[in-house]
């Protein structure tokens, strides 16, 4: 076993850190000492989707805890083999807005291009934890269909490159899309959303810096973190790193039940998102996926933190509070009492 305090994964490569990630719960458990008899149903949960997390992220884990919020998003359990009604595969029904491969085109103005299926880390909420990749993986080539369909609708201003992760892809293919994108004219700002910073700091190097200046386009970067904990000196560093490359930093999270469902939890996490130059964007009731009810927050419940922590922040760092309903022209914000 492996001691958590050992960091020989600071001296890796982001690829060799993708690569050498844990899959194995038991491989997990050892790292943070937890006796695996105590959860002995880890494994059905494992059939259904699989543990992925890297070294980085398990190091900001407690050892011994059981609770930690870190590893509670990451954990496979059984109660996601539970079915639960109103719980779907495909809750905000993206498969209905996916016109050609790759591509999800809900909202005016603006689409989002699946950039690369993989993920460095499996959120055990994640909404795409069903969505068929396979299907959605276009080849370099085939790129030309989805870029075309932008192409032709100058009403699209925006590309959100998401996934999977969009960072957990080489540079050189990551520069020759963004390239692409950056010849359609009416498209002005890329938006790129990520959970590499956070899981896989050593991600954010100079060449994907260069990557990402070296176009015309504006660049957002919207990180996904759901707790202060995830914040740690290599993150900041990332983060500082984007910030000073002059891109603007958004944050989301999706509220999620015994990791930041409390007040306390929630200042926290936007007062430290505030350190390191992240602004607080939307807080998102959980998506009704399959396998994820036992993290799912009401909004009765919701809108009561919120006002708890709009007595407690300025209002630049309180994060809208919203929900994704399928075939809405927006997320839609939940008025507060």
């Not at 007062?271 to 009810?293: S, T, W």
Request: net charge negative.
């Amino acid at each position: 076993m492996i001691p958590l305090k050992d960091t020989f994964w600071q001296t890796e490569s982001w690829q060799q850190q993708m690569s050498g990630m844990i899959r194995d719960p038991e491989q997990l458990l050892q790292r943070l000492r937890l006796n695996p008899e105590e959860h002995p149903d880890i494994a059905a949960a494992m059939q259904q989707f699989p543990l992925r997390v890297p070294e980085a992220f398990v190091a900001k884990m407690k050892i011994g805890d059981w609770h930690d919020p870190l590893l509670m998003q990451v954990l496979p359990l059984a109660k996601e083999t539970q079915e639960q009604v109103g719980y779907v595969n495909d809750p905000l029904e993206e498969i209905d807005a996916n016109p050609v491969p790759g591509l999800i085109h809900k909202y005016h103005g603006r689409v989002l291009l699946i950039a690369n299926p993989s993920c460095a880390v499996h959120c055990r909420y994640c909404f795409r934890r069903n969505f068929p990749y396979d299907s959605n993986n276009p080849s370099q080539r085939d790129w030309q269909k989805t870029l075309d369909y932008i192409a032709d609708r100058p009403d699209i201003s925006e590309v959100i490159l998401s996934g999977g992760d969009p960072l957990s892809a080489p540079d050189e293919y990551l520069q020759k899309l963004i390239n692409k994108i950056a010849l359609i004219p009416h498209v002005t700002t890329l938006r790129i959303h990520t959970r590499l910073p956070l899981v896989l700091p050593a991600r954010i190097t100079p060449a994907l810096i260069r990557v990402l200046s070296e176009n015309r386009l504006r660049i957002v970067m919207v990180i996904h973190c759901n707790h202060a904990n995830e914040i740690d000196s290599h993150t900041e560093v990332a983060l500082n790193t984007l910030h000073k490359a002059g891109f603007m930093l958004l944050n989301q999270s999706v509220l999620l039940k015994e990791i930041n469902d409390s007040a306390d939890t929630l200042v926290k996490l936007s007062q430290r998102l505030f350190e390191v130059n992240v602004m607080p964007y939307y807080l998102h009731l959980l998506d009704k996926v399959r396998g994820a009810a036992h993290f799912d927050v009401n909004e009765v419940e919701a809108q009561a933190l919120m006002n708890a922590i709009l007595a407690r922040l300025p209002g630049y760092l309180v994060p809208r509070l919203v929900v994704e309903e399928p075939s809405a022209s927006s997320k839609r914000p939940l008025a507060l009492s």
